[in-house]
């Protein structure tokens, strides 16, 4: 996942780093700034323009051409560097785009930019899925660019690498930092929701909700304000006080009464109401919520939930009602899909060995190459195992580490195949 601006108030680098060189005119390389010449500038700004209409073959074999023929002169070489990067990255190629913002940095190595460019570069490592290889490069703006405006947002960035690993104590440090140093800035705002998420990821549910409360008081203009209103729902929830978690669910539902906002709390309601073992009342909050929304993706959400309430509830006759509406209304869609995997076991408890099967070779036919379909094979190798067809279950777990090679899929296949040995 890229750092992303919703979370962390990161703004977005790559073609903003360029154009922000270009506005300035100058770029510093451990001394005196130099300048581009207005037709090195008008070469940078061909490829500009087409990045922004979109062309990026055009702007690649732009920048290649800048590049070669201003290869001596770091003010032209740098920013058309930048812009050649902006291009293999909209050609989806962030490998390339990976080692030209390494070379760079490896020939410019004080450059002004370095700060932006290691920014981009470690966003880049994480959009490849080598998550904790980004922490060099993130560590390296916080130590070489202590007064860039990278540095909060890579402190930031590190606290919720560290935070996805599962290192909660660095992390915590990441973010104690940011709330101390940087507290005049919004990302301080954000660092204390942090700080509130692994506090509840700890189990400190009454620790989260003071730090949340105290966020809300000292903050009240800020978007984390906003932000924590949810989390201090939620964490109202995980200490147990389920009707005040509630309560500020309706709140929020209140203030901003928009279907977006109106659902996600009404459905996170039922999901916090049916774990403290309220299952009918979370039912009533989302037949509530199909009957405001009807023939929306709201609806289907509240009744493919409906569905997995009764099920795990044990209300078979319910559940089966609530799926089966869910695929009937909207075949093929992901909501029928999730309908589906959950029929299958239930048509399995009730001896439909055959219903079970089809349900899952529905989902296989419809999405082959999705998540969905790596849960109906494991699904139905269970299927032919409780049916007595061992060699049928052991060719559905090959299949499954055949085209879902890693985890969590090929390590599921893997247990249920040693299951199957003992």
């Known amino acids: 996942m890229r750092f992303t601006p919703g979370r962390t108030g990161f703004r977005k680098v790559g073609v903003w780093v ?4 270009l506005g ?19 070469a940078l700004q061909e490829i500009q323009q087409a990045l922004s209409e979109g062309d990026a073959e055009g702007a690649l074999a732009l920048a290649d051409r800048a590049l070669e023929t201003y290869r001596d002169r770091a003010a032209v070489v740098v920013p058309a560097s930048l812009l050649k990067a902006a ?16 070379e760079l940095l490896a020939k410019y190595p004080d450059c002004e930019q370095k700060a932006e460019i290691l920014w981009e570069q470690a966003n880049l490592i994480d959009q490849v899925g080598q998550r904790e290889e980004a922490i060099p490069a993130l560590r390296q703006i916080i130590e070489s660019c202590p007064f860039s405006p990278q540095c909060p947002q890579a402190h930031q960035a590190l606290a919720e690498v560290y935070e996805s690993l599962g290192r909660l104590d660095e992390a915590w440090a990441e973010l104690r930092l940011l709330v101390t140093q940087f507290a005049a800035l919004p990302i301080a705002g954000e660092a204390w929701l942090g700080l509130a998420r692994i506090q509840l990821r700890r189990g400190a549910a009454e620790e989260a909700i003071t ?87 709201v609806a289907a959400e509240a009744l493919l939930r409906s569905g997995q309430i009764n099920s795990q509830a044990e209300w078979f006759v319910e559940a089966t009602l609530a799926l089966e509406t869910v695929v009937e209304k909207m075949p093929g869609s992901p909501w029928a899909l999730e309908a589906r995997l959950l029929l299958a076991p239930i048509a399995l408890r009730n001896g439909q060995t055959e219903a079970a099967l089809e349900h899952l070779r529905t989902v296989l036919q419809a999405a082959p190459q999705t998540f969905w379909a790596a849960q ?13 067809d061992a060699v049928a279950a052991r060719a559905a777990l090959d299949l499954v580490r055949q085209k879902f090679p890693g985890p969590p899929f090929a390590h599921q296949a893997q247990r249920l195949q040693e299951q199957m040995e003992r």
């Open 18 to 21: 360029v154009f922000g060189l």
């Open 24 to 42: 300035r005119g100058a770029l510093v390389l451990g001394g005196a700034p130099s300048a581009p010449d207005s037709d090195a500038g008008a």
């Open 211 to 297: 730090t949340l409360q105290n966020l809300r008081q000292q903050r009240p203009l800020e978007g984390a304000a906003w932000q924590a209103r949810w989390l201090l729902a939620e964490a109202l929830a995980a200490a147990g006080r389920i009707d005040e978690a509630v309560q500020r669910y309706q709140e929020i539902s209140s203030d901003r009464p928009e279907m977006e906002t109106v659902a996600r709390a009404a459905l996170q309601q039922a999901q916090w109401l049916h774990q403290a073992g309220q299952s009918k009342r979370a039912l009533e909050v989302l037949a509530q919520l199909q009957k405001r929304y009807p023939d929306t993706w």
């Open 376 to 388: 109906a094979q494991l699904q139905m190798a269970r299927v032919y195992l409780q049916a007595g």
């Open 87 to 102: 291009a293999l990255r909209q050609l989806e190629k962030p490998r390339e785009a990976l080692g030209l913002y390494t």
